[in-house]
């Protein structure tokens, strides 16, 4: 069975196909919005939906293109390579006979995807307030991807509906700070000439495994289990909401920041590397790109516990995820074409995943762009990087690659330039013999190189640096000069197992071209060597062998991990060499678009459809490999013989409506395999209704509240109707040490279970249909076990007297005032005495004292369709107001409206909930939302999921009062349990700088 998501999709696609033409409008996909940056220097493909068979006209920057939309109303075409472009222009689309689509201030540049974890994801807004306050840069742009709340998927989505936003101080603290950084160095450094475009698609906590696209692990053996897993709990589910849908926009390259949540040998001893490798080259080929930048950034130290540093001088490669193995592995993606690290292993926090300093971060990764992308005449881009390593006698003499001006012991203090310690010794480097006894190294930086011995090693085997978790006082650097200052860059780890383990490559290249390096190069076991072929003018090439066999006509190759000696050859030509791309379908169902053997040219792209019939889904095989469901197939820079084979599996829809009263799960449309089970279907009953009638297709099944169906045969239909029900009170009083205790949880569960937060006097009272009910009491501290006691509303009423708790929950689980263990005494915090609109319940904000963390306690809107408001003096002068937001079930739909303005001059609507504040002179009107960060087995979202902080400055012309609103104005849908908290809302001076312990 498909998604929800994805079965609303095809059904809208359904829908659309059916519908009248003269209802259907041209639109384009979401990244062409206002503001929107193409990619300069290549053909920038613009794509959309429109009536079928229709003529599409796109005229942009002097060019007008055509196309005519296909039959399911797809159109897609491409703008000439066009040169950077900084002032922005008006893109017209055009449906014959129907509407135009007018796109704004679209410029010219170079766009980067900025992916990974939560280290990326990690705002602006979370520090560097000057930063934030001073980001008026027009031409960079950015977008975080809105997949419309659809988290995971099994198989690829085709559109999102994120917006391109201009960076500026109101909203750029949104925005990821690595990002930011990077993308501020490379506009300034090219005064502004080259707009740069950045989409955010980070999420925390996840592994390398879902971000994979397919069409990269196909050609590495070792990750071929990757394919018979699990999409939705193993790899691909991430790519295919957040990566896919991107597709073919033209893109410069990626920045990456993932690793802490690594693996241990999960496929092989260098599987994260190959994973790596295999992202590198999905992302390059479903972009269709030739070239493709793919800039990472190595983890940083980290680790406050004697495990995870250095306890003496015997490395610990493998420590769980955030492993110093990995550090290694991700050094050998270096050898990727178009590839570059940034380390941040000086600039991590013991006690923190998320280091402050992302300033350095972004600014090292975009020393590879200026030299790579640029043409800055950068001396050097990384650290040091083992090259090589001689034994004599008891001495080991290291060199280096990116050595600089030379190697040195250095001193980093975040945000600014390393500085040489003179007088201080070399750190964390380890060295033993033949026993695999390790002791720390006596070390001598000579130039380039680096002299390793030991008193207790005769004969060198195996030497390390840095291989902890937390290598803490990890201290060689190179020198470099960065903006004109000395600066230095931190050395990769290195260990060698063996110091004799070498491999030799020996590369050459026939009349016509080059290789590069060519003749004998020696390397460490576990090193990647990258080798580039290159054809003279009027020349192809026509083959590469690799240890005599062929690799095809490739441009690059890289060796993985060497573990034996091999040989590459290339040789040229002066006609290209012609391949075969062979397409069939397997069965009925749909249509493949060629079919047959198609003739491909060295170098040329070549796109198939795929178009199901009806309601199918198609399953599409690339090489061999399952690709899941796509609807077309795009080869790129071919060099080599390909087969594409198209399936369809017959489906049917379950189309499920209920009726005022009550819902049901799942609601609305849902795609069945034929020959499959359908889910189950729960219907629950709002407080004061029972179930009428169930519909089967027509046939009354009773008063169920559930319904199981034979597996698909044909399209089915269940409609609940509900009938009221006499409701009747339930009451009680929680209580701890005989006092009333406030803040406390009570849930009633009923069929929908209510929930009620207890006020000062512990009282609690919901309304209830006849029945046996549970009341769970949960205090508001988790230290203390809840209790649950039955109700009985047969009767008619169910007065539950007092539900007693323990007296120490007084003292710690009542309502407090915020203290935050002292941290933030520069801000007014205003979480007290907001007037609420019904149906919205706010609880007060409350801390515990006894928190070691400092953390709050649960404040904030649990039903979203909800508002509340505030009234607040203040006096003329600029102001920051600050505040987290978590969201919960479909949390990327759970959008949060923050308003401050005058107060109105009547009371609110209550049925109206945007009167909370005048929009017209309103000093702040601010959309934000949570991000998602994990999913569960029923593929629903955690409730909190994630915490994400939010600042906005606004000025204050006159002394006055004002109206300070939190609101929520977006419809739930059917079946939809979706909250918006607010934590620790507060406004203060826009030049403090709040100490608040990050989450």
């Keep these: 069975m498909k998604s929800l998501a994805t079965a609303a999709l095809l059904c809208a696609t359904v829908l659309m ?78 449906e014959a006979g129907s509407n135009t689509l007018s796109v704004t201030d679209v410029v010219v540049g170079d766009v980067w995807i900025c992916s990974g974890q939560s280290n990326m994801a990690h705002n602006l807004g979370g520090g560097h307030d000057g ?121 410069k390259g990626m920045i990456w920041y993932q690793g802490e949540n690594s693996e241990n040998n999960v496929q092989s001893e260098d599987s994260y590397y190959l994973k790596m490798k295999g992202l590198y080259q999905g992302y390059k080929r479903l972009f269709g790109l030739d070239d493709f930048a793919f800039y990472f950034v190595q983890i940083a130290n980290w680790g406050d516990t004697a ?43 013991s006690n923190d995943w998320h280091p402050k300093d992302k300033l350095d971060v972004g600014e090292r990764l975009a020393l590879w762009a200026l030299k790579n992308d640029y043409g800055r005449d950068i001396a050097e881009t990384s650290g040091p990087i083992l090259r090589d390593v001689t034994v004599t006698g008891n001495k080991a003499l290291c060199t280096f690659e990116h050595a600089g001006n030379g190697l040195m012991v250095g001193a980093k203090t975040p945000y600014q330039p390393t500085k040489e310690a003179s007088g201080t010794k070399l750190a964390l480097f380890s060295i033993a013999g033949a026993d695999g006894v390790w002791y720390w190294a006596d070390t001598k930086i000579a130039g380039n190189t680096i002299e390793m ?84 003018k009027g020349f192809y090439i026509q083959d590469v062998k690799v240890d005599g066999v062929s690799v095809e006509s490739v441009k690059y190759y890289t060796f993985d991990p060497l573990t034996a000696n091999h040989t590459i050859a290339a040789t040229f030509g002066q006609s290209p060499p012609v391949y075969t791309i062979t397409a069939s379908v397997d069965g009925k169902g749909g ?54 084979a198209a399936s369809f599996k017959q489906n049917f829809s379950l189309t499920a409506t209920a009726a005022t009263g009550g819902d049901i799960t799942p609601p609305g449309v849902t795609v069945v395999a034929a020959g499959s089970a359908p889910p189950t279907c729960s219907i629950r009953t709002q407080t004061g209704y029972k179930v009428k009638s169930v519909l089967v297709n027509g046939s009354d099944k009773g008063a169920v509240t559930r319904y199981t169906f034979a597996p698909a045969t044909a399209n089915m239909t269940i409609a609940v109707a509900f009938e009221s029900s006499p409701i009747y009170a339930v009451s009680g009083k929680v209580m701890a040490g005989g006092k009333p205790l406030a803040g406390a949880y009570v849930t009633l569960q009923t069929s929908i279970p209510q929930q009620f937060i207890t006020k000062e006097d512990g009282a609690f009272a919901f309304t209830a249909s006849a029945g046996n009910y549970e009341v769970d009491v949960l205090p508001c501290n988790p230290a203390y076990a809840g209790k649950s006691i039955p109700a009985d509303v047969t009767r008619g009423k169910a007065d539950l007297g007092e539900v007693k708790l323990p007296p120490e929950m007084v003292k710690n689980g009542g309502f407090e005032k915020n203290q935050w263990n002292k941290k933030w005494p520069e801000e007014t915090n205003l979480c007290d005495d907001w007037k609420l609109l019904e149906p919205c319940k706010v609880n007060r904000y409350h801390a515990h004292n ?150």
């Design 307 to 349: 495990e995870l540093q250095p306890k003496g001088p015997t490395p610990v490669l493998n420590q769980g995820g955030w492993a110093a193995d990995t550090r290694l592995q991700q050094a050998n993606a270096m050898a990727l074409p178009h590839s570059g690290m940034a380390s941040a292993l000086d600039i991590g926090e």
């Design 17 to 94: 196909t059916l519908a009248s033409t003269a209802h259907a409008t041209v639109a384009a996909n979401g990244l062409f919005s206002d503001h929107t940056v193409l990619q300069r220097g290549k053909p920038c493909p613009v794509w959309g939906t429109a009536t079928p068979n229709k003529l599409i006209t796109v005229v942009f920057n002097g060019q007008t293109k055509t196309t005519t939309a296909d039959a399911q109303g797809d159109w897609r075409l491409a703008l000439d390579a066009m040169v950077a472009k900084a002032a922005g222009a008006a893109m017209t689309i055009t």
């Design 131 to 251: 930063d934030v306050a001073a980001a008026n840069y027009p031409g960079i742009r950015w977008m975080w991807v809105d997949n419309g709340g659809t988290f995971v998927a099994p198989d690829p989505l085709g559109s999102i509906k994120s917006k391109w936003k201009v960076c500026a101080p109101d909203n750029i603290g949104g925005f990821s700070a690595v990002a930011f950084y990077f993308a501020k160095k490379i506009y300034l450094d090219q005064k502004g000439d080259i707009p740069i475009g950045l989409i955010g698609n980070s999420v925390g906590g996840t592994r390398i495994d879902p971000w994979l696209i397919q069409d990269g692990c196909v050609d590495i053996p070792v990750l071929a289990p990757l394919f018979k897993m699990e999409v939705m709990t193993g790899p691909f589910c991430l790519a295919n909401t957040l990566i896919h849908p991107l597709a073919p926009f033209g893109l």
């Design 453 to 536: 011995s030991s008193p207790s090693v005769a004969a060198p085997k195996k030497l390390a640096y840095a291989n902890w978790t937390n290598p803490l006082g990890a201290n060689l650097y190179n020198k470099v000069t960065v903006d004109g200052k000395p600066d230095g860059l931190p050395a990769s780890p290195f260990f060698v197992d063996d110091v004799a383990a070498k491999f030799t490559i020996t590369a050459s290249a026939g009349s016509g071209g080059t290789i590069s390096p060519v003749g004998k190069t020696t390397y460490l076991k576990r090193k990647t060597a990258l080798y580039a072929i290159t054809p003279g």
């Design 591 to 644: 249509a493949i678009s060629p079919v047959g053997k198609a003739q491909v040219k060295q170098g040329e792209s070549r796109t198939f459809r795929i178009t199901p019939d009806g309601v199918n889904n198609a399953v599409v095989l690339v090489d061999g490999q399952p690709m899941g469901e796509r609807h077309s197939f795009t080869f790129t820079d071919v060099r080599t013989d390909h087969t594409i």
């Design 850 to 999: 006894d928190n070691p963390n400092g953390y709050p306690g649960r404040w904030g809107l649990p039903t979203v369709d909800g508002a509340a408001y505030q009234d607040v003096t203040l006096t003329p002068g600029t102001y920051r107001i600050t505040f987290w937001v978590s969201g919960g079930e479909r949390v990327a739909k759970s959008k949060a409206v923050v308003r401050l303005g005058k107060p109105l001059s009547v009371p609110p609507d209550k049925s109206k909930l945007d009167a909370l504040s005048q929009n017209d002179g309103s000093l702040l009107d601010l959309t934000v939302g949570a991000d998602p960060q994990f999913i569960n087995d029923a593929r629903t979202i955690k409730s909190p999921v994630w915490w994400k902080q939010h600042r906005q400055y606004f000025t204050v012309a006159a002394a006055g009062t004002y109206r300070l609103s939190l609101c929520t104005p977006t419809t739930l849908l059917p079946g939809e349990n979706r909250d918006v908290a607010f934590d620790d809302v507060s406004i203060g001076a826009a030049d403090n700088v709040a100490k608040g312990k990050p989450r």
